[in-house]
């Protein structure tokens, strides 16, 4: 038995016989003979695409419209995560990467744009049930910021810092702490690549020394490409290169310099309190490692020309708080205090017109195919078996 949001099915593959993907051709007779024809051609369905492909530009015109991201972007801006596992699996195969515009990213653009950068950030976290698009709404304003100029500090999954690292070591530079040789490295790359243009650009440099070694010494005044090279080479240092970066970004920042945006999927793993490190048999709080320790200080008050821009996730909780998916809940006394005050986006499953717009993309892809039925019929039973929830129609329309 298969259960999907109280809906309760067996043999779900024969329950949606009328709409598989990948399946047979639609038979259809043309001047006495046989010929075949995709069911988008015979239905007359075309993907409900939006020409502007600039997120600064959508507006609520394009609500339930597809856009789509140019390769090179993808490539650079979340060639290190930053999109779901199997949503990207299924891009691959359709040979695009798009994004379907829904009303919470168009919120947190709006908000962007009209925020005072001489004030302290302002924090906007999307947050909802499993499956309905918090990673893609993160996606969308990702891009915008991107296309903006802003300085992304980008965390894809601050969960696998705490319970899916590589490596974990005492730290060598802050008795008491742990730090995460490789997946620092991993994400300074991911920074550099993310960014590189950009710092170019603005010729950011070192305010301080940093040293490292009787022999290893990043001067003051050194382009912090230097500073990044150098955790990325000497992946020993990479944890505290994190901090030295971070620190510098936000000092950068409030000079006005630049803006700097942290975006971070599944935030509330900040404030949990335990990890899948042990130290004499004893589970290490998340709060001990450096990684953990750089970011902090961007929640703080004491900055300027930036933004905070993530997720609330069920997911990113341990599993013993997982009662509920809402912000207060998740992020308990202490992640609630810390980030106060932020603007809550709520995000729901699809509305009618965002889940015909779907089942239009993958008819258009000839992801999907009528064989029985009509369509109409098809879609009935779509909307029924996943109650419009995002992740349960990717799933369900998955190749068998």
Same mark, same amino acid.
């Given at each position: 038995m298969i259960t999907l949001r109280g809906v309760t099915c067996s043999k779900l593959t024969a329950r949606i016989h009328n +709409?598989? #993907?990948?399946?047979? +051709?639609? #038979?259809?007779?043309?001047?006495?003979? $046989?010929s075949y024809s995709? +069911?988008?051609?015979?239905?007359?369905?075309?993907?409900?695409r939006t020409s502007v492909q600039s997120p600064s530009l959508h507006t609520r015109d394009h609500l339930g419209l597809w856009y789509t991201l140019e390769p090179t972007l993808v490539k650079r801006v979340f060639g290190g995560g930053g999109l779901p596992k199997k949503y990207e699996k299924l891009c691959g195969t359709f040979g695009e990467t798009s994004l379907m515009v829904r009303e919470p990213a168009l919120t947190v653009i709006d908000l962007l744009k009209r925020s005072n950068l001489e004030m302290p950030p302002n924090k906007f976290f999307f947050y909802g049930r499993d499956g309905v698009g918090k990673t893609l709404s993160v996606a969308h304003v990702t891009h915008f910021l991107v296309e903006d100029g802003w300085v992304l500090l980008h965390i894809p999954w601050l969960p696998n810092w705490r319970r899916r690292f590589k490596e974990v070591k005492a730290s060598t530079s802050n008795p008491g702490s742990f730090d995460h040789p490789v997946d620092a490295s991993t994400w300074l790359q991911h920074f550099r690549h993310q960014n590189v243009e950009l710092l170019k650009e603005l010729e950011i440099t070192t305010s301080e020394q940093y040293t490292w070694s009787r022999r290893e010494t990043t001067e003051a005044g050194s382009p912090i490409s230097m500073l990044i090279e150098h955790g990325i080479n000497r992946s020993r240092y990479a944890s505290d290169v994190v901090v030295a970066v971070v620190a510098e970004l936000k000092k950068c920042a409030t000079e006005g310099r630049c803006k700097v945006a942290v975006v971070v999927d599944g935030i509330n793993s900040?404030?949990?309190? $335990?990890?899948?490190?042990k130290v004499d048999a004893v589970y290490v709080e998340p709060q001990r490692f450096t990684l953990f320790k750089a970011?902090?200080?961007c929640f703080d008050k004491d900055w300027k020309n930036g933004c905070i821009v993530g997720s609330i996730d069920l997911r990113a909780?341990?599993?013993?708080?997982?009662?509920?998916?809402? #912000?207060?809940?998740?992020l308990q006394k202490t992640g609630w205090e810390t980030l106060d005050p932020f603007v809550p986006i709520p995000v729901e499953d699809y509305d009618d017109r965002e889940m015909r717009s779907i089942i239009d993309y993958y008819v258009d892809h000839e992801w999907l195919q009528n064989i029985n039925g009509p369509l109409d019929l098809a879609r009935r039973e779509l909307a029924g078996l996943t109650s419009h929830n995002p992740y349960a129609v990717m799933s369900i329309c998955s190749s068998l």
């Open positions: +709409l598989c #993907p990948l399946a047979g +051709l639609h #038979p259809i007779k043309t001047h006495g003979s $046989s995709t +069911l988008a051609e015979v239905e007359g369905i075309s993907s409900p900040f404030f949990c309190t $335990s990890s899948r490190y970011f902090m200080p909780n341990d599993g013993k708080i997982r009662g509920s998916h809402l #912000p207060h809940y998740l």
